[in-house]
């Protein structure tokens, strides 16, 4: 599927999980990404205790943004333990009914008529493709979803999804910390099958952890850091770029100067002992 904008923005942290902003605050946060021309909007029904889309939905009701002028992603099955369902214990759900309801529950909370991507919020081991496939089908046909994907599903799994219903982007954890996804198959499925790859934690641990890993990078991205006049966070997102599945960050920041930064590293190539210095440096060994 084509994205509004490559980069895309996470709201976890946007309400009851991170900054709480009231009403107001989230109207001026949505209209300064519409400004930034940062239009792609990623959800998940569970973020804030299944709070956030109903805050985020009401802000968007109020802002006067149009719906057609932004793309608005969200993913459902993780049944999460906290104050407003009665789980006992965290599960996944994949039924047909529940996949449809929940949905439908996007839609109401989010204030909109369609989803423009839906996600398979994480693998189940119980999950059935063909339930699946007439739970998409009818999303599908009553134009509830436009398009249909999955989180965190390794290869085999994507392959079990897609051998009945057209998976169209995979949302996985990679960045320079952890880029499993480059060496598991994951990413080179996405480029054979024309997946849209997206990447959540795009900066991994590099600004929360200082470890072996984290000091080996830094010494590095300093250097690189002055030689193309950028922030060490555009660097960063500027070596996902540079992989050719072209994979799109969702970045979880509210910061407005690391929105724009991040707009900088869509436009930032790096070159390529840059790219494998930095490569080097995370796994602290030479490839192979």
């Not at 973020?47 to 969200?74: C, M, N, P, V, W």
């Not at 993780?78 to 009914?97: A, C, L, P």
């Not at 423009?116 to 999303?139: G, K, T, V």
């Not at 010494?219 to 072209?246: C, M, R």
Request: charged share 25%; with cysteine; net charge neutral.
């Amino acid at each position: 599927m084509k994205l509004n904008s490559e980069i895309i923005i996470g709201c976890m942290s946007w309400a009851k999980w991170g900054k709480d902003y009231s009403t107001e605050e989230l109207i001026d946060l949505l209209n300064f990404c519409m400004d930034e021309g940062l239009s792609t909007f990623d959800h998940a029904d569970i973020y804030g205790d299944y709070t956030t889309e109903g805050r985020f939905g009401k802000a968007l009701s109020k802002s006067g943004i149009k719906r057609e002028s932004i793309q608005l992603i969200t993913k459902c099955g993780i049944q999460y333990v906290g104050e407003t369902r009665d789980n006992q214990v965290k599960h996944y759900n994949y039924s047909k009914d529940y996949i449809i309801w929940s949905a439908e529950q996007s839609l109401k909370n989010l204030k909109t008529n369609y989803i423009d991507l839906f996600l398979l919020h994480r693998p189940s081991p119980l999950m059935h493709s063909d339930e699946i496939l007439e739970a998409i089908q009818r999303l599908k046909l009553d134009g509830k979803i436009l398009n249909f994907g999955v989180s965190n599903f390794t290869p085999s799994q994507v392959e079990l999804i897609d051998s009945k219903v057209d998976v169209q982007a995979n949302q996985v954890e990679f960045s320079l910390t952890q880029h499993s996804a480059m060496h598991n198959g994951s990413l080179d499925q996405m480029i054979v099958k024309g997946i849209k790859p997206m990447a959540w934690s795009p900066l991994g641990s590099y600004f929360r952890d200082t470890n072996a890993q984290t000091l080996r990078i830094k010494k590095i991205l300093q250097k690189l850091s002055e030689k193309y006049e950028v922030s060490e966070d555009t660097i960063l997102l500027a070596w996902i770029f540079k992989h050719p599945s072209k994979v799109a960050p969702v970045i979880g920041t509210t910061n407005k100067d690391r929105m724009r930064n991040a707009k900088q590293a869509a436009q930032l190539t790096l070159e390529l002992e840059d790219w494998f210095s930095l490569l080097v440096a995370s796994q602290g060994h030479k490839v192979p």
